[in-house]
Structures are given as structure tokens and as C-alpha cells.
């Protein structure tokens, strides 16, 4: 079975270059809208599928400029043998490395032969399908994959509507279901020829007029014509293959379902038609509940990594990406930049670069426990990771606390948590990053880290907000909060823990200095680190969860922010602003209604 | 006794294939087996490709069933697929080096670059005439075996050569090293066919003699071999040659005669079918000497055009007289001739007199019509009158240009052989008539090999009528 082993894009679009090396199995291409998604799954449809109907326009010239020529190519690995054939095919097949990538001119003992199909649109907007290698053998030879291979490689795509599947038609998944349709055209011929001996039959009324005026006309011009008679045109009533289609006991066509089923249904027969094993899936959880979501990637081989097809597919739906490995995730990101004229060039113009790229999760574990842990994170631009459930419940309580202030949702401005899950924060960090998230890391600082930690974070742009060494979570709190709020966050932890506990711990950490309630009612600054201690000991975790975290910030700190000293203040505030400055950051509602 | 099911049933193996013992049945039919990939068929010459072709199409072998080609067309179409793991650029505008592609091919087969390419477009390799594979074919047949199941077809009595440019594998060692022995063929279809049984069996044994280095008595198959003495009297010779020829031709009146003439000397051929009625002269896929006439005629008008003419028309007509008819035209030309101009003289005055290649070919039809001449080099003086005739009509080409397309052309469409034809063994071989004449046996000067004489023997299915100045050769 045929399988996309590159796929390279020029002028396409929102793509100015692009190269991606696809797994075989799922590949699920996740990213901010008009980040060229759709027009990856489009240059592929095009390329292998070589639809003449499909008009090229200038849009379809990265922006709009037709002097470039849009260039699609892609590489078809692991050949069937009919295209392995040398006789046919051998002027083009080139050597892929897959440890490297690397693609040489002709195939190798040590390389996958590899054939390259071309899509060239220049701008007379004629495209033009073709093999395409850069080697000497196929230097001025100029060949076309035959009609019958292309037949088993052009993919089919389940698009927004699947109604087409729902008819015997040339794009149709049921055409491929049956090889022999010359059946079929004898009973749509037969049929044809019924409908037009009824029609004869039974006369047509309202048309006497028109028939008598017609023989009259007829007469005076001296055309023989013994009778005029309305019949149906052979033209008119000629079934193609698309005049047959499905239909339940009812009678109703079945493209009449709804999309989620239809879509459902036409992946379940293209699995058994089983001819291309290329499948191109637009916004996968379309029209579906989560468990028909489920029951689509089973069919497509999400579980069973199934190699022998090749799905592309988008999606927006964290239930997707859960059922997801992350070998099967892609992130596409697309940059504009202008880089302005040289300084001191007479007439410079300033130029437009865009930049596409694709980033692989890939496949070790830690990716995938990522993907399992903060599907959610991976939907949005900007990805602050929380050391922990504590850090969490901070940013979500304070989100909050805005939230009821009239401002926008951190979520709004684009940006979500991911679970840092303690030691792994570093390394979920790294994978955000590398995949072009913008991304954060918010952690406390009772634990020393080797400087180059934090020197890898930085050469990836992650940046790190946490509290003065060596404060932890809870010592920041209770180092910061004015001495008013000691009291309610002591409540809280008492709500949470009990009394007792509490009680107990402050003894301990005090050397039976100060008690729960000395703290509450007699409040002194000597007090802040013993409670920081009391706070963050184990057999305590006051406030170790998302919980108590949202609540204290929601309800002690957030309302007194104003008021909250700098170890504490500081790196939240600046956390905040990062959420604040995100690029897809929404600008706050003015005052006055609509803007 | 070797079957398709032994031929399909090995991975790597040689028949060996004495004359007329159902070869190319045999390969035909392990072609025919149905398979799901196309069987890749090697061979070694056009005239070979042609021959097999032939007979596939004739036992309605689908042409999906196999890829025929000659194993310098296959690498050829190969190096231009692959001139980088070759470490071969062959310049299509040039003509090719065969000797270099077939190395380049044959260290890319073994290279396993292409193996599963190979694997992915045929199903096996089987080749022909396998004992005129050099070195170098060999190697390439070896890389694909390594591959596909192959089994190669050849009988090293029948290997032989004009001159060796290039090393041969050893037959014993090297191509029995790699395709094991599944058998030797044994039946004489050719002369059980015709009812001519002990004259196979006799070959066979001769062959096997020949093989042995030992003698053959022609003396020994009354019926079918007669032993004809040569005496030192080259036109007796001759004589008697051209009367055995007659005599075979009333006795036989619908059958074919091959005759077997010098191998290195064309003119002694010429000589002999000059001298007998009705025998065509079989040439070389060169056509050298038609070439060079048209090179020697290339955009000459006038008096040059006419000697041109002339040299050419006496190697391939008789009775010419090239000497005399220059002398008639000076005569004419002074108007001293005693005696009217004949219609032949008349037409080479044309040419004389700025006469171009339209004169010419009203000359040269002039001539063949008279009586007193006769044509005994058909297809050469055809592939001549045929040229001059194209570029009268304007091809775009020269003469000789063209006459070189024009052997181009004959050389891929296989050749007619007459009923009656004169050769030499190298272009004989590979053909059968009903009857063959082997005009000198025992040539002191230029001595039949063992293989030559083999060949030379098996060419005729009924009689063998050798002519050698002792019954026993060599």
C-alpha cells in the first residue's frame, strides 16, 4: 500500500514553503486557524488526486502573486509493485532515506524507492500533473503516473459533506466498491428508455398550444412534417452512474443523514473498498457526539497504529486528541514577518516573509503521557505549564477573579494550562516549545536546579515565572499577603484540612511557640515563614490542590492584589502580563459598549 | 529429458540446446505459463528477438506474458534509468558503447540497487543463445539471477564469432558455475518432422564427436549425408557445386537450400551465386559494401556518379561490363560508333551527362531488365534502388545517411531469408532449410572449427551434401 512519504508545498495558499515528512497510520494536524491546516489536506487531495474540475484562481497563489508558480509535490513510499515497475516508472524513482529524510536523485539498496508526483500551476492557472525527479535519467522525459495507478492512490476525503459518497459517481467511494458497472448501465439505459416510452404514453398536457402553433409554423414553411409530438429528449432523461443512489426502506436517500452518520458510514466503506489507503478527514469530530468521535478514529486505525492506510486529518476537539498517540500529532504553524527595507537603500520596500512549519510531538513517552495529561493545552497558541496542582488552581483562581472583573479569560486571550506534574515540568515545557507553542513555565523555587536548566528553557523562548529563591508556593503566600489576609487564607486551609491539623502543624513547625489560633487572633511578621513551612509540609498541603488554590486566589489574593507584597506579587503579575501580551491576546472591551 | 515444469521449477539453471531440438518450444512454453508477472525474455541479437517473437505471437502467448528484448537493448534502456548507480552517462545523441553500458548494467544488477524493482516487473529471466553471451552479458544475467529465477538456453557447439572484441565467459566454468545443468535436449524434432530420424540422430552423435575432438566420417549416414571430393581445380569445383545445387532443386523443386560458403570471404559467395541461377546472397546485418557504394555515390553528378554506379552494380548483377560500357560512351560521346546506342548505354550516357540519382535508377532498371544480366545480390541492390529512390523524393537525409536508417530498419525487423541462399556460417546460423551444401569443408586455408562444422551440418533437415577433400574432418 502507497504511503506519503514527503510533501512539499510551494506558493500554495497561506504556504509559502513548506516540507513535511507524514507517518504512515494517522497524522493529525493541529494549529490555529487559517494556519494552513485545510491547505495541506487540499494540496494533497489535488496533487494525487488530479481533479481536472478544480479552477484554479489567483487566491490560490500565495498572496496572490502568480509570478511564482504554486508547486505541490508529493512522494509516494512503499510502492506496490505495479509502480515499481522499472519498464514504466524507472526514469523516476528516487532513493528516500527515512532516518534522514534525505532524497537522492535514484534509489539505492540502503534506500525506500520513492516516486515524486508534481503539481505545477503557473499562472496561465493550467495545472499540470507529472512525475517529477531531479536525477539525470529524467531529464527531459516527461511522464505521467498512468490512469490506473492513480485510480489507487487518489485519496478520498471525508469533507464536511459526504453526500457524493452517497451516489455511484467517479468521486464516489461506492464506485470503487464494484469494478464492473457495466451492469448497472444496462438497467439505468432500460430505465432511461421506460421513462421515455411512459412519458409517451401517458401524453403531456399544457404543451397543445405550442405543438399546434409548431405544426402550423411547419406547414406554412413547407417542412414535411406529419405530426408534432412532446416527448421527453433523449439528452434530458440519459441516467449517468450518478443517478444511482443509496437509500433507506423508507425511501429516503441516505445522503439525507446526518453528517456525523454519513461520515461515519462512508469511512466504514472506504475501509472495506480497501483501494486507496489514502484518507483525508477534514475537522474529524464534525457532527459527532464523543463516543461516535471514538468509534471514527477506531475505523480510521487511531488504536491500532494501522499502517496499511494513511489518514490526514484536523481537528479542534480535545476528545480527539485524547484518543490520539503522539506520534500521530502534528502542530502547523505559519509566521508573517516584515522585514523592513535596508537602511539607507534609496526606493527599499519592506518585505513580506512567511514561514510554515510543521512540528512532530513524536513518540517518547513523556509526549505521550503530555498529550494524555493536557490534550486541552495543545488546542491553544500559548501554554503556561503549572508545576503543579497547586500552581494550577493559583492561575485558574485568579482567572476567575478577573473573569468577575469584567475582563477576558486567559483562555479568551488564547493561552492554557498544561500540568506540569512536578519533575516532568521541564520536559513538557521543552515539548510545548518545540512544537511552537509560546509557553510558560510557573513553578516555585524551594527546590535548587542546576543553572543549566534554566539556561536550556531560555535558548527554547520559555519563560519562567516563579517566586525568589528559595521560596515555595506556599512561603510566597504567606510572605506576602498583608497580615489582614493571613486570616482568611488560614480559614481556608481549616476548611480544607481541619482545625486540629492545622493546629498541630503550626505548633510543630513553632516549636510550640504559636498556635492556630494566636495566629488568627494575634497576628505577628515573625509568623509568615512558620505558616510557609506549616503550609507546604507534606503531612500538611494546605493548599495542594487545584481546589484550595482556586479558592484562596479567587477569594483572598485576587480581590487584594493591590495589597500583595513583591516575592508573591512580582513574578504573578508578570505571569499575568505574559497572558496579557499573548499575540492572540483579545483586547479588553471598551467602555461604551461595541467598539 | 528437460519440461516447463523442470525449466519453472529451478531458481537458477541451463539447458543446453543441440540444433533443431525444440529450444524455442521450450522456452516459448515456460513463457506461456500463466503467471501474475511478466516473464523478462533476453536474447542476443534482433534477428533472435525477431525469431522469438514470431513464434510467441504464432502459439497466441499473450504480450503481457513476457518482455522480449536483446540483453544490449535492456541495458541500454536500464543505464538511462540509472547513470548515477551505474557510474554510467550514456549521451543518447552518441551512439552507444554497448561494451561500457553492459559493464555499467551488469555491476548494477549485482549491486542489489534495483532489486526490488527487478523483483516488482518480472516474474523470471529466461535467455536465449546463451553461448554468445560475452563476459560482461553474463554478469548482467548473473546480477538478475540473484533476483529472479533464471534459466538460460544456449549449446556451446553452436558458439561462434567473426572476431572476439570482448572476453567470453567459459562455458564449463562459468556459466555452468552459475546456472547448474538441468539437462541437455535430445530429441530431434527438426528431422523427426520431415521423416528424416537417423540423419538427427547422426548430428547428435557428430555433435557429440565434435564435442569429444573426434572425427566425423561423412561417409556414415547413407541417404542423407553424401561426401562430394574437392579436386585442386577451383572452377571444376564450381562446376560441380553449382550441378549437386540443380540436381538438388529438380529433385526437390519446392524445398529450401541453404549453401554454405566461405566465411571470411564475401566475394567467393558473390562468386558462386553470380555463377548459379536462383540463389540469393544472404549479407551481413552491416550491409558494408552497400554503405560504401553509397558513400562513394554521395552528391556525385555526372561521370564520378556513373563509375560510381557501375562499381556498385558489378558486385550484386552480372554480366555489368563496366569497362566496356565507359568505352561505348567516349565512343558515342565522339561520335564514333559504328552501332546504334543500346537502350542500356543510353541510360548510363544520361548519368554521364550530369546525370543525378534519377538517372541513375532509370539506369539500373534498364539494366536489370536485360536479359543478358541477372541479379544475384537482391536485397543489396534493393536496399540501393530503395535509398536512391526516397532521396529522389525528397528525403530529408543523403544517400548514405539514408541507406544507413535503411539498415537500421532492417536490422530490428529480422530478415527474409530466399528459398535458395548462399551464407556463411555465422550468417546462416540460426536458420534451417530443408537441404544444405557446405561448399569446403576441409579449407586448409581458413579451417572450419568444430563448432562452424557443427553448425554448418545442422543446418539442413533432409540432406547434407559436403563438399571436403577427405570424407573424414576435421
Redesign the interface.
Known amino acids: 500500500m502507497t504511503v506519503i512519504r514527503e510533501i512539499e508545498i510551494r506558493h500554495f495558499r497561506v504556504i509559502s514553503h513548506l516540507k513535511w515528512w507524514p507517518n504512515s497510520g494517522i497524522n493529525c494536524l493541529i494549529g490555529p486557524g487559517d494556519g494552513g491546516k485545510s491547505t495541506i489536506l487540499d494540496a494533497i487531495e489535488l496533487n494525487l488526486g488530479a481533479r481536472q474540475s478544480y479552477s484554479f484562481t489567483d487566491a490560490d497563489f500565495h498572496r496572490c502573486d502568480t509570478s511564482s508558480s504554486i508547486i505541490i509535490d508529493v512522494t509516494l513510499g512503499s510502492?506496490?509493485?505495479?509502480l515499481?515497475?522499472?519498464?514504466v516508472y524507472?526514469?523516476f524513482?528516487r532513493g528516500w532515506n527515512p532516518r534522514t529524510g534525505e532524497m537522492q536523485?535514484?534509489?539505492?539498496?540502503h534506500l525506500e524507492?520513492v516516486l515524486t508526483l508534481r503539481l505545477l500551476v503557473s499562472a496561465d492557472l493550467e495545472p499540470f500533473w507529472s512525475l517529477y525527479s531531479d536525477?539525470?535519467?529524467a531529464e527531459g522525459r516527461e511522464r505521467n503516473i498512468l490512469f490506473k495507478h492513480r485510480q489507487n492512490v487518489a485519496p478520498v476525503r471525508l469533507g464536511a459533506t459526504a453526500a457524493h459518497h452517497m451516489a455511484l459517481g467517479p468521486r464516489s467511494v461506492l464506485g470503487k466498491l464494484s469494478s464492473d458497472m457495466s451492469q448497472a448501465s444496462a438497467a439505468l439505459a432500460a430505465a432511461s428508455r421506460q421513462a421515455r416510452q411512459a412519458f409517451a404514453d401517458q401524453g403531456c398536457e399544457g404543451v397543445e398550444d405550442i405543438l399546434s402553433a409548431s405544426r402550423t409554423i411547419a406547414h406554412n414553411m413547407g417542412i414535411r412534417v406529419d405530426d408534432i409530438k412532446a416527448l421527453l429528449d433523449v439528452r434530458g432523461v440519459t441516467f449517468t452512474g450518478g443517478a444511482i443512489a443509496l437509500h433507506d426502506n423508507d425511501h429516503v436517500p441516505m445522503r439525507s443523514l446526518g453528517s456525523g452518520s454519513m461520515r461515519l458510514l462512508v469511512a466504514g466503506l472506504q475501509k472495506s473498498v480497501g483501494n486507496s489507503t489514502i484518507f483525508i478527514v477534514d475537522e474529524v469530530e464534525f457532527g459527532l457526539e464523543p463516543y461516535r468521535i471514538v468509534r471514527l478514529l477506531d475505523s480510521l486505525g487511531a488504536k491500532t497504529n494501522d499502517s496499511t492506510q494513511q489518514v490526514f486529518l484536523t481537528t479542534h476537539s480535545p476528545i480527539v486528541l485524547k484518543e490520539l498517540s503522539s506520534v500521530q500529532l502534528h502542530a502547523m504553524r505559519t509566521t508573517k514577518a516584515v522585514i523592513p527595507p535596508m537602511p539607507g537603500v534609496e526606493g527599499g520596500v519592506p518585505i513580506r516573509v512567511t514561514q510554515n512549519w510543521i512540528r512532530p510531538l513524536g513518540d517518547r513517552e513523556e509526549a505521550q503521557k503530555t498529550l494524555r495529561a493536557c490534550s486541552e493545552a495543545f488546542l491553544a497558541p500559548n501554554v503556561i505549564v503549572c508545576e503543579g496542582k497547586t500552581e494550577i488552581g493559583l492561575l485558574r483562581g485568579f482567572d476567575l477573579h478577573a473573569q468577575a472583573q469584567g475582563q477576558h479569560s486567559m483562555l479568551a486571550h488564547g493561552c492554557h494550562w498544561a500540568d506540569g506534574n512536578g519533575s516532568t515540568m521541564f520536559e513538557r515545557a521543552k515539548i510545548f516549545a518545540d512544537m511552537g507553542y509560546r509557553t510558560a513555565l510557573f513553578m516555585d523555587s524551594d527546590v535548587v536546579y542546576d543553572p543549566q536548566i534554566y539556561a536550556e528553557l531560555a535558548q527554547r523562548n520559555i519563560t519562567v515565572f516563579r517566586w525568589p529563591d528559595p521560596l515555595s508556593t506556599e512561603e510566597a503566600l504567606f510572605a506576602s499577603v498583608p497580615p489582614t489576609h493571613i486570616e482568611l487564607l488560614l480559614n481556608i486551609a481549616v476548611q480544607w484540612k481541619s482545625q486540629d491539623s492545622v493546629d498541630t502543624l503550626i505548633k510543630r513547625f513553632s516549636n510550640n511557640t504559636y498556635s492556630l489560633g494566636a495566629c488568627l487572633l494575634h497576628f505577628e511578621e515573625a509568623m509568615r515563614p512558620v505558616l510557609g513551612t506549616a503550609a507546604k509540609d507534606k503531612s500538611g498541603s494546605w493548599f495542594k490542590d487545584i481546589e484550595p488554590a482556586e479558592r484562596l486566589m479567587r477569594e483572598v489574593v485576587g480581590p487584594g492584589f493591590g495589597q500583595v507584597a513583591a516575592p508573591f506579587a512580582a513574578p504573578f503579575g508578570a505571569l499575568w502580563d505574559w497572558i496579557q501580551q499573548s499575540p492572540t491576546a483579545r483586547p479588553l472591551p471598551r467602555p461604551g459598549g461595541i467598539q | 529429458m528437460v519440461d516447463v515444469a523442470d525449466v519453472l521449477g529451478t531458481a537458477r539453471g541451463c539447458v543446453v540446446a543441440p540444433a533443431g531440438c525444440g529450444k524455442t518450444e521450450l522456452i516459448v512454453a515456460s513463457v506461456a505459463q500463466q503467471a501474475t508477472?511478466p516473464s523478462l525474455l533476453l536474447t542476443h541479437t534482433t534477428a533472435g528477438v525477431a525469431v522469438l517473437r514470431a513464434r510467441l505471437k504464432r502459439l497466441g502467448v499473450p504480450s503481457s506474458a513476457y518482455?522480449l528484448n536483446t540483453i544490449a537493448g535492456w541495458a541500454l534502456?536500464?543505464i538511462?534509468?540509472?547513470?548515477?548507480?551505474a557510474g554510467y552517462?550514456h549521451d543518447v545523441t552518441q551512439n552507444p558503447d554497448y561494451v561500457a553500458i553492459q559493464n555499467a548494467i551488469g555491476t548494477l544488477c549485482k549491486?542489489?540497487?534495483?532489486?526490488?524493482?527487478?523483483?516488482?516487473?518480472y516474474g523470471r529471466l529466461f535467455v536465449d543463445e546463451y553461448q554468445d553471451c560475452t563476459s560482461n552479458q553474463h554478469g548482467i544475467v548473473s546480477g538478475l539471477a540473484r533476483v529472479l529465477p533464471t534459466v538460460v538456453f544456449g549449446d556451446p557447439m553452436q558458439c561462434i564469432f567473426n572476431f572476439r572484441r570482448e572476453p567470453f565467459p567459459d562455458w564449463t566454468n562459468d556459466v555452468m558455475g552459475t546456472f547448474p545443468l538441468l539437462g541437455t535436449l535430445q530429441t530431434p524434432w527438426r528431422w523427426n518432422r520431415v521423416g528424416a530420424n537417423n540423419l538427427g540422430v547422426w548430428l547428435l552423435g557428430a555433435r557429440q564427436a565434435l564435442q569429444n575432438s573426434h572425427q566425423i566420417d561423412l561417409r556414415t549416414c547413407p541417404g542423407h549425408v553424401t561426401w562430394y571430393p574437392l579436386t585442386n581445380d577451383f572452377n571444376q569445383n564450381i562446376t560441380t557445386q553449382v550441378r549437386v545445387q540443380y540436381e538438388l532443386s529438380r529433385q526437390y523443386p519446392s524445398q529450401s537450400i541453404l549453401i554454405i560458403g566461405d566465411s571470411i570471404q564475401a566475394t567467393s559467395r558473390h562468386n558462386y551465386a553470380s555463377r548459379a541461377h536462383g540463389v540469393s546472397v544472404v549479407e551481413p546485418v552491416d550491409f558494408g559494401d552497400v554503405v560504401a557504394s553509397a558513400r562513394s555515390m554521395n552528391s556525385q553528378v555526372g561521370a564520378p556518379l556513373l563509375q560510381a554506379s557501375l562499381d556498385f552494380l558489378s558486385s550484386v548483377m552480372t554480366n555489368v561490363g563496366g569497362t566496356q560500357i565507359q568505352t561505348r560512351i567516349q565512343s558515342i560521346l565522339n561520335r564514333r560508333n559504328r552501332t546504334e546506342p543500346t537502350p542500356a548505354e543510353m541510360a548510363a550516357l544520361a548519368v554521364n551527362q550530369s546525370g543525378g540519382y534519377a538517372e541513375v535508377i532509370a539506369f539500373f532498371k534498364v539494366m536489370s531488365a536485360d536479359t543478358s544480366r541477372r541479379i544475384y545480390r537482391d536485397s543489396a541492390y534493393y536496399m540501393m534502388l530503395e535509398a536512391l529512390k526516397s532521396v529522389v523524393q525528397g528525403a530529408p537525409q543523403d544517400l548514405a545517411t539514408y541507406t544507413v536508417g535503411l539498415r537500421e530498419q532492417r536490422r530490428h525487423s529480422g530478415r527474409d531469408i530466399a528459398p535458395k541462399s548462399i551464407g556463411s556460417t555465422l550468417l546462416l546460423k540460426g536458420l534451417e532449410a530443408d537441404h544444405v551444401i557446405i561448399l569446403d569443408a576441409d579449407n586448409p586455408k581458413n579451417r572450419m572449427s568444430r563448432e562452424h562444422l557443427y553448425v554448418a551440418l545442422s543446418r539442413g533437415a533432409r540432406t547434407i551434401s559436403a563438399f571436403a577433400r577427405r570424407p573424414v574432418i576435421p
Open positions: 510502492l506496490d509493485d505495479e515499481l515497475n522499472l519498464e524507472g526514469h524513482f536523485s535514484e534509489t539505492a539498496a524507492t536525477g539525470p535519467a | 508477472k518482455r534502456a536500464l538511462s534509468m540509472f547513470p548515477e548507480r552517462a549491486s542489489g540497487h534495483i532489486n526490488s524493482e527487478i523483483r516488482a516487473t
